[in-house]
Structure formats: structure tokens, C-alpha cells
């Protein structure tokens, strides 16, 4: 989400994920502002890297069209050698991005149900088009990777729960009580949806490691949440503190304790300090 970036920035850190102590890596999707394209920049992490995993966090699922999406999920799976194994999709909040690409926010609840039924059909080598074959190409797994739910409030969660594998949490500073709501709510919509197998539970933070590190994090969530207007920009910014490697240490453990099986950290600068010292944190946790 940072402008400037080069190509050597973008290879300098897939390095330093793939050498380091971590399970995956992530990129989220935005239109309008400086951000590069998700899918481009996973299919380069799926090149450039060969052992961590492969997950966009996540696709605005409704703003494309699902045919588009299982294509190009299979694609990035292929690159990666089947490291792709699951997928986090949403419904998204801007209304921007969605006007820019074309397409209408209004029905995006619905749409995505029966998008999500698509990507799957598209997976498992059924025809979209009478008569005109599979789409391919084919992932690697059966029936495709794992799909988790990018979704905030109880009537969204419910609604996934009929056809997700699991929910992606979100608390911008990490914090226990909201991350555990959301899971509390996810398997209560499970259960009531009929579900035998509990939710994978998938969570995320911001937070800033390098020098200066407090203003820099303000800056990056005013800065990304600035489309939604100066007063949720400041007090979003204001609230978030994971500065510190004891703060992030903290952090970590309240997603554990919340239940989280995963969790993304997700930086507020591009330097390489924000990712070496968290691998010494880690290594030291």
C-alpha cells in the first residue's frame, strides 16, 4: 500500500519471507491510491519465492468477475509450485473502487454467495458455457484451494458460513476481545449452518518495527483509511500502538489466545528493518 516501490524493493522482501520464520504471504486488494496489483504481485512472490505460501488477502470478490478470479487463483497456484492453498474473499467497503471497475455495490451480498458457487464449478472442471468446455487450468488440489470469509459483522458472517472454510478476523491493533468475537461468531453461524467442521480461524494486525516507528504507523492507517474520511482516519490511526516489539510481542499473543491459527502482520513501512526484527522477535518469542 506504499507508494515508489521498485522491483528490487518487491524482490528484496520476498527474500526476506522466504528466509525467514514465517507460513505465508499476503496481499490485499485496493483500487484507488498507490497500491500495486494483487494478482501481479503474487504471481511475482509465487516465482520469486519456494517455500512459504501464497494467499491473497483478499479479493473484493463482487467488484470481478468469478470466472476472471478462479483463473487466475489457479494460475498463481501453478507458479507457486501448489502453494496457493487458500483464498480469502470479500465484500469490501469502497464504493470507489467498486465505481471505478464498473460495477455496483447493491446486490454484492447475493452476488458473492453465487460467485462463490462459480469459482468452485470452475475448479472442478465443470462447464460454464454449454458446450464450450472447462475453463482451466486446473489447481493443483481438487476442487481448489481452501476459501475464507473476509467478512466483519454477524449478518455477513452468517451468510458465509453456508459455503466458507473459515473466517479472516481483522483488529487493526491486535486485540484479543475483538478478534474472539469474531470467531465466537463464526461458529456459532457454523453450527447453526449445519457445518461439521469448525471454521479455520485467520487474523490480522497492523504494525511498525522500524525507527520511528509510532508515527509511522499513525501515518499508514490515517493514510489507508483516508478514503473513508479524516474522522475515521484519525481515530483509527490514533488507536492502533504496535510500535514496539514488546507491543507486537503482545500483540501475537492476544491472537493466539483469541484462537487464531494464523495471523497476519501487516507492516507500515516497505523498509527491510520491519521484517528482520520481527524475525528476531519471533525467533526469540
Known sequence: MKAGLTREDYLAWFRRVDEGPFHSLSCGERVHGPTYDMRVLLSAAAVATSRVKITPTLYVLPMHPAVAVAKEVATMD????????????????????????????????????????????????????PGAGAIGPAPTRSGGPRLLAGALGPKSIARCARWADGLYAWS????????????????????????????????????????????????????YLDIAGPE??????????????????????NAEAAGCEEVFLVPATAELAEIDRLSELLAAR
Open 172 to 223: 487493526g491493533n491486535g486485540e484479543t476481545a475483538e478478534l474472539r468475537n469474531a470467531f465466537e461468531l463464526a461458529d456459532a453461524a457454523w453450527a447453526e449452518a449445519g457445518r461439521e467442521q469448525r471454521p479455520y480461524r485467520l487474523g490480522g494486525f497492523w504494525f511498525s518495527l522500524a525507527d520511528g516507528g509510532a508515527g509511522k504507523l499513525h501515518d499508514y492507517v490515517y493514510d
Open 78 to 129: 501453478i507458479l507457486s509450485g501448489g502453494r496457493l492453498e487458500q483464498v480469502c474473499v470479500g465484500y469490501g467497503g469502497r464504493e470507489q473502487d467498486y465505481r471505478a471497475l464498473h460495477q455496483n455495490m447493491r446486490g454484492r451480498y447475493q452476488r458473492m454467495d453465487q460467485q462463490v458457487e462459480e469459482l468452485r464449478r470452475v475448479w472442478a472442471g465443470e462447464e460454464i458455457i
Open 232 to 253: 475515521i482516519a484519525r481515530a483509527m490511526a490514533e488507536s492502533v500502538h504496535r510500535h514496539t516489539p514488546d507491543a507486537v510481542r503482545e500483540a501475537l499473543d
